[in-house]
């Protein structure tokens, strides 16, 4: 991951969008706990050099939210944005520089990610050299 990164997360309930933020903080050595942000709109993680923001836009009624809330800053700035329900605000988010979409296949989880930007491009080709 690198400062700035957008990574929206898509998925039906209990697939484990929540579930994959917390192991990818785990893997980045974050100690304290990890919290669905369904309530609060978003959760903030610092871990090493990186400034982490979870949202979580399930509750949104209208993309207006986003900016009525005060979040669409986040997105501008060196922060790296993971995005629970990104559709429902709408136009109001900028591209993502991944997209992961979790869904079932039978008892276990599928993840297909896909990169919509050359950052995401890079984070990709990264993560299968790793």
């Not at 836009?57 to 009525?68: A, C, K, S, T, V």
């Not at 986040?74 to 991944?98: I, K, N, S, T």
Request: glycine content about 12%; overall charge neutral.
């Amino acid at each position: 991951l690198n400062p700035g990164m957008r990574i929206y997360l898509r998925g039906e309930l209990g697939s484990g969008k929540t579930t994959l933020v917390r192991g990818l903080l785990r893997g980045l050595g974050f100690q304290g706990g990890v919290r669905s942000p369904s309530y609060s709109l978003v959760e903030p993680y610092v871990v090493s050099r990186l400034h982490l923001y979870h949202f979580d836009f399930y509750r949104f009624n209208n993309p207006g939210e986003l900016r009525d809330a005060g979040l669409a800053e986040h997105f501008h700035g060196d922060g790296v944005c993971l995005v629970e329900w990104p559709e429902r605000a709408g136009e109001q988010l900028p591209p993502p520089d991944l997209e992961i979409v979790l869904s079932y296949r039978g008892t276990a989880r599928t993840a297909k990610i896909a990169a919509a930007t050359e950052t995401g491009v890079r984070c990709l080709a990264e993560l299968r050299e790793a």
